[in-house]
DNA sequence: GGTTTTATCTTGACACTGTCTAGATTGTAT
DNA sequence: ATACAATCTAGACAGTGTCAAGATAAAACC
């Protein structure tokens, strides 16, 4: 985390490492650029090199996020060895990751961008890599196990929803309950 | 919202209002007691005699947000004729506070002090004033429609954490799907 | 290898923000 | 009418994002 020489040589991984950890600690409000330059041992202005403003960064740090999310959801389908429970897997790592990183909740819900768009037809791709990883492992185990095939979209968008909403009631509280959560999810996909 | 006298009259409301206003046009992140001060025609050490920090100030507008929230539910339980019908529309009511503040879901899933206790025997009381309302109209319902009694605390929960992921969803995107999502609500219900 | 070019970082400045202090104004109680 | 308390103003301070000008070093080029 600390520059010996003149340039940094990872300034730009290292300013949204800080950013991550700056918000774990303080909240998503106490983000600031200058004390993440700090934190690199780098001169209050050296970030506008990698970020042209503050929401450039806060992009970025929102991306990083959605890739480590990515790499909770993306671990348990490399891991997996019995599709059925595939579904349940995702759902665990889902909350998993909230877990480990409480306030990416409120990162996330504070995003616009986010495209997950519902149609009683199909779900059409979304642009939020968790999520359409989600979609795509999801879609053939229901399939398989009889689930209309006009019902799955539906299916799917409810899936998620309710794991999020159970992940944001838990990240609001510090996950203090470790009960078995998990029977809802199994009540809509049986 | 102008000031004629020196003394305001009702200054700690209107920043209040001025700050949710603030808060749905720019983001959560974007709420400034200046800014505030400015707009009720208001000196920029003003809001200090009613709110002594920020946080302070960002606190009151997430009460009257949740009693705005409150508000929603409330009223369509005091038109309520049909009590099997009391669920859905508090379902829809709070879809429907969501649509008309939408960035409300990111300003409470970024509230650290809700407290919605789960439990497999029984919902403790909650201090989030629209859960615990939730709480107290739906449980004699399901209770009458024959869901067994120790299932109650984990169906409303169910219900609460989809339709809030669901909001949270609607929110990030706009609301710009009008379909038929209530039916993810009555699959849960029936 | 020496030179130029480019990317990256520093310094200093500016306007804006939350916060503090001291003092001005006004409503309220005595 | 006077004293008191609540409320608002003005000015100052440190901290913030942002910009401009220049310093440093790596990379590209001959």
Same sequence: chains 1, 2.
Avoid at 176 to 190: A, C, L, Q
Wanted: overall charge negative.
């Amino acid at each position: 985390m600390e520059k010996t020489s003149y340039h940094h040589g990872n300034l730009k991984q290292e300013l949204i490492l800080a950013g991550i950890r700056m918000i774990e600690e303080d909240g998503i409000g106490h983000l600031s650029l200058r004390k993440a330059a700090a934190m690199c041992g780098v001169s209050h202005a050296a970030p506008k090199s990698h970020f042209q403003s503050k929401e450039e960064f806060e992009e970025a740090v929102k991306d990083y996020v959605a890739e480590e999310f990515t790499r909770y959801l993306q671990e348990v389908i490399d891991k997996n060895t019995n599709k059925n429970e595939i579904i349940r897997d995702m759902g665990r790592a889902f909350v998993r990751f909230f877990k480990d990183y409480p306030q990416a909740y409120a990162l996330i819900t504070n995003q616009k961008d986010i495209r997950i768009c519902l149609s009683e037809k199909e779900i059409q791709k979304s642009n939020y890599a968790p999520f359409q990883l989600f979609v795509e492992q999801s879609s053939p185990v229901l399939l398989e196990w009889g689930i209309p095939e006009k019902m799955i979209p539906q299916k799917i968008l409810e899936l998620w929803a309710l794991v999020s909403g159970l992940a944001g009631i838990y990240a609001m509280q510090g996950f203090n309950y470790e009960g078995d959560w998990m029977e809802m999810v199994n009540r809509i996909i049986d």
